[in-house]
C-alpha cells in the first residue's frame, strides 16, 4: 500500500523557513502529484499547494504564493515544499498525500482528489 512519509517539521521563528519532504518509496516513475495540506488546531484541512511529478510544474494557495515553494527532488519519488517567509497563522500539521496519473495541465489542489496521506508532520511557528 502506497504510504508517503514526511519529514522536516519544527519549530521556527515567524519569519524563518524550513523544508519539508515527502517521500513515496513505493514510486518509480513520475506518473503522479503530490499535494500539501494542513489542519491547524480547531479548523478544517486546507490546500497548500501541489505539484505535477513530471512536469514538476506547480500550484499554491493565495494564502503561501510567493512565500512557500513545492518542487521536486533529483529523486522522482521526493518531493519538498520549501516554506520561507513564516507566519505564526502557518502553524499546523502538514501533510502530504500522492495521487497516480499525468497532471500536465494542472495538479489537483483538491483533497478528495488524493488517495495515499502521509502520517503529517507538526509545524510551529513562534518567537
Known amino acids: 500500500q502506497l504510504r508517503p512519509v514526511e519529514n522536516g517539521g519544527g519549530l521556527v521563528q515567524p519569519g524563518g523557513s524550513l523544508r519539508l519532504s515527502c517521500v513515496a518509496s513505493?514510486?518509480?516513475?513520475?506518473?503522479?502529484?503530490v499535494g500539501w495540506f494542513r489542519q491547524a488546531p480547531g479548523k478544517e484541512r486546507e490546500g497548500v499547494g501541489c505539484?505535477?511529478?513530471?512536469?514538476?510544474?506547480?500550484r499554491y494557495t493565495n494564502a503561501v504564493d510567493g512565500r512557500f515553494t513545492i518542487s521536486r527532488g533529483s529523486a522522482t519519488n521526493t518531493a519538498f515544499l520549501q516554506m520561507d517567509g513564516l507566519k505564526p497563522e502557518d502553524t499546523a500539521v502538514y501533510y502530504c498525500a500522492v495521487v497516480r496519473g499525468n497532471y500536465m495541465y494542472g495538479c489537483p489542489m483538491g483533497a478528495v482528489a488524493y488517495h495515499s496521506w502521509g502520517q503529517g508532520t507538526q509545524v510551529t511557528v513562534s518567537s
Open positions: 505539484v505535477d511529478m513530471g512536469t514538476t510544474r506547480s
Open positions: 513505493e514510486i518509480t516513475d513520475g506518473y503522479y502529484a
